[in-house]
Each structure stands twice: as structure tokens, then as C-alpha cells.
């Protein structure tokens, strides 16, 4: 306090600001309970019901009815379940319901707080990275971080991905339908693969990532999804095998490598005549000051302890951050020696950009 000169403290400003940090320390708390109605099914065993006593929903879900009415007192004050006082029962709107309890929602939101739960558990490695300029690996994680962010971005490539960014590809979608050769290069858990060969049965994908781990659940849930035309494999961006690739594609992973250039370099030689390389990056646009949003804050956050911490894991060579940004994207590929760069959709977490030779 000593630093603060009398009278430097405008009370209105501080308020504000405060009631800002206290709503953020609220927020904190709040995932916590989204996660553990997540898991307990407390959302769903309350969607489409009505209104339902605590006794009732703990009955539902076999759940101790004195934790289901505490964590109902927090969902209330959070504004997440309706209270209706004169009867004592507790309601989900259909709002709510949309992003709290049904999990093929392109906007359901609770698998997603297992990201900043994992970052939580890894903070003394961010710390230490922090300190010795080191980096962390993606695999280094706690394990909740792949689940949490394959669960993420999945909302998004349902809602999407086969509807909306691939044929706001110029010809993309006819070569598809004829039969494509397809990369999904740092295909993670594999959603994105699952989702285009479904949409596109006569056409082959191939997804690879540097992380064994994932291709093996990427493997899973293609065989769960009764997929038989995509094939996975553990590899660099900078190495992947093959060539003549219709499309390739990087989902949220370009910036996390420690040399976007060579990846893109890569995707160059390995694209056939004419393929396009769809790049599928956090939103972002290209000036720091324009960058203030949840979003925006939501993806430096991650960007810090995550994307920064792997790319210099891989030797940094260039450390994008996912804050890129449109005009960083398009030099990389500039460089990689395509011709062609321009915005083909956006939405407020992801830019969807076309490159060709
Ligand atoms: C944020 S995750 C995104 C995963 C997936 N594409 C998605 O959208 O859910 C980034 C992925 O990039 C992979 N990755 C990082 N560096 C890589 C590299 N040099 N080559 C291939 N994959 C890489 C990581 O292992 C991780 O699975």
C-alpha cells in the first residue's frame, strides 16, 4: 500500500473493478459445480422435467438430497437453474438445458471447464516454465486438459465443420463427394477426421498428431463411430507420410507447434495440384488492443500454459500463440510458398482460412 499515493484511489473505479474479480473468484467456484452436475448427470436428470423438488432430482439422479440442495443454492445464485420459491422446486429452462445438459448441443458447455481444471493441476510446470523460459510438452499435461479441449472445439466441428467451413471452400466439397485423399494433421482426439468422413463416406482421411495418446482414443472413437475410411497415425506436422492430399487440414494446432513454417512448408509438397490446406485457428484479430474480450482472454490463458509451452517444447522457432491473428497466419503460408490466403468464415472462437498454391 505504501506505493499508493492518497487520494489515487478513485472509489467508483475500484468498486467496478472489484465487483469484476469478485465475479470472475464467483465464476471459479461456479465450474467446480458445472463439473460435478456434469458428471453426476444432475442436468440432465433436471431437463425437460419441470420443476422438481431437491428430493426429487437427488431421487433422479442417486445423489445425497443434502449436496443436491447446496449445489442447487449455487446454481440459483449463479443464474444457471430457476428457483421458484412458493413451491421449493427447481426448474432448468430450455436455455439452459441447451448448454448444461445436451451433450449434442453445438453449445454445451461443462466438458469444457476440464481444461482450466488441468491448468489448475499443472500450474507449479507453468510456473517453472515461467522461471527457466523452458517449455511443456502437450503430453506433459494433466489428463483432464485432452478430453476437455477434444470436447471443446467438438461443439463447434458438429455445428459446422460439414455444413458451413468446408463448403466455404472454393470446390473443396465436390472433390470430397468424388472421393478425396484428406490430412488432418494434429487431429488430437479425432473429432474433426470422424465428422468429415462421415459426412463424406467415399472420400480417405488420414489423421495424424505427435501425441500417441490421443491417436489412440482418435482410433477409438473413429471405431466407436463405425468409421472405417479414416486411418490415424502418430507423426509430425513436418513429416507426415504421403502425398496427392486433396485437403489438409489443421484444426487449432498450427500455432502450437514449434515451427508453423515447416508445417505449412510440408503441407506445400504434400498437397496434390490444385488441394487446399484449410486452417481452422482461434479467433483473433491481428492487434493486441483489439483482442479484449471473454474470448480473447479465454485463449491467452490457454495460450500461455498450452499453446506457447509446446510450440518452445518443439524447439519455439516461432511462437505463435493462439492469438495469432489473421495477417501472421497468412505470412507463414506466404512464406511456405502459397499464393493464395483469404478468410473463408469465421465464428466467435475460430477463423476458418483457405490457402492454396
Ligand atoms: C489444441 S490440440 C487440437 C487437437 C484437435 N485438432 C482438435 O481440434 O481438437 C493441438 C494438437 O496438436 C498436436 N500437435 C502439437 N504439435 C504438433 C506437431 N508438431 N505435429 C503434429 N501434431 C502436433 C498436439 O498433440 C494436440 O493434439
Known sequence: MDSIQPGAIDPAKLDAFLTRAVGDLSAGYGGVMVS??????????????????????????????RYVREWLGSQVAGGYVVYHAISDTYELTPEQAFVLANEDSPVFIPNAWAVPASMWFDEDKAVEAFR???????????????????????NAYRGSLVSEWLPALDGVVDKLRAGALVADVGCGYGHSTVLMAQGFPVSHFCGFDTHPESVAEARQIAAEAGVAQATFATARADEYPGTGYDLICFFDCLHDMGDPLAAAAHAAKALAPGGTVMLVEPFANDRAEDNVSPVARLYYAASTTLCCAHAISEGGRMVLGAQAGEARLAEVFRKAGFTHFRRAAETPFNLILEARA
Do not use: Q
Request: glycine residues 20%; hydrophobic residues 35%; proline residues 4%.
Open 36 to 65: 460435478i452436475g456434469n458428471r453426476l448427470g444432475l442436468y440432465k436428470a433436471m431437463a425437460g422435467t419441470g420443476p422438481l423438488s431437491s428430493r426429487e432430482l437427488a431421487g433422479r439422479a442417486g445423489c445425497a438430497e
Open 132 to 154: 527457466t523460459g523452458k517449455g511443456v510438452p502437450w503430453g506433459d499435461h494433466n489428463g483432464r486438459l485432452y478430453c476437455g479441449v477434444a470436447a471443446f472445439y467438438r
